[in-house]
């Protein structure tokens, strides 16, 4: 096949050069890996959950390795929306990649209100919103644990806001499917999914949880096959834009998450493992694609065979 094979994609109407984004909380806001990586070859920057005030997180110990992955209570330690605008989008402005911005809030309200004053904002390509956090009630999962609040939350956003939105949901629930055919109806322009499984890890010589928060989310290799499950499931429900996340460390777990059906994907703690994991991920779907040539990565999107 001459020349390199198309991996852009289009996610209502907002076109990305190749489908690799950072998950958010595991890329701070861009800036902290200048130096590591190129952030022009990624696809896009999802940052950090904003809430409407500075949050500080929860209280040390807040992360514990685990046999495949990690435990986080972070909390939701964030500058809060006032001094993201002011002091991390400038430089996320300035990058030649998408900017997706997550927004957290303890009510619908915080959440709007987040939301109107990135309104107002040059730089912001798309929102992420974040009804799945399980380590704070301010995480939304309030909102994401049910479909009727996350319909409730989703329909709010959508209705103030013209950026296009994507529902972060939480594997957390007895159905995702049926919370994702909720943030459907509500008017998101796509899914993602997943958020962190509530787990947890004990100190047996002092008797007490690891994480002062007790019970923390997990993340990395151990909840892929959970996520990837839940990826098919969905994007075989919603006709919606779907983006997978969930222990994505190589370019063979993002081909496995793309013919399952997600059209973009998402790199989440193997960014601290390896700060090139996405732009390896990168290569490897460039080399991919060629080797088999195929002209587009689309074409490979909820390719699985089932029959
Ligand atoms: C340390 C840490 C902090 C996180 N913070 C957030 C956050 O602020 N907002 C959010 O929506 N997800 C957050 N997540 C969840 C990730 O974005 C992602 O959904 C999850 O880690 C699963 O992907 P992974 O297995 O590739 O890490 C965080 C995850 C980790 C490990």
Redesign the pocket.
Known sequence: MKGRPDLSVKVAGVRFSNPVLV????FGYGEEYNALIDLSKLGGI?T??VTLKPREGNPPP??VETPA??L?A?G???VGVDRFIKQKLPFLRRLNTRTIV?V?GSTVDDYLKVVKRLNRCKGIDML?I?I??PNVKE?GLAFGARPESAYECIKQIRDHTSYPVIA?LSPNVTDIVQVACAAEEAGADAV?L???LVGMAIDVEERKPVLANITG?L???A??PV?LAMVWKVAGAVRLPVIG?????NVQDALEFILAGACMI?????N?VDPQTTVKIVDGLNRYLKERKIKRITDLVGGLRTG
């Open positions: 998950a958010s909380g595991t999802i950090k959950s807040r992360t992955g990690m986080n972070i939701l330690t964030n997550n957290a992420e974040n799945s956090c995480g972060k993602s997943i958020n962190t989310g993340s990395g290799p909840i892929k996520a996340i969930g222990g994505i460390f998402q790199i989440g703690c193997a601290f």
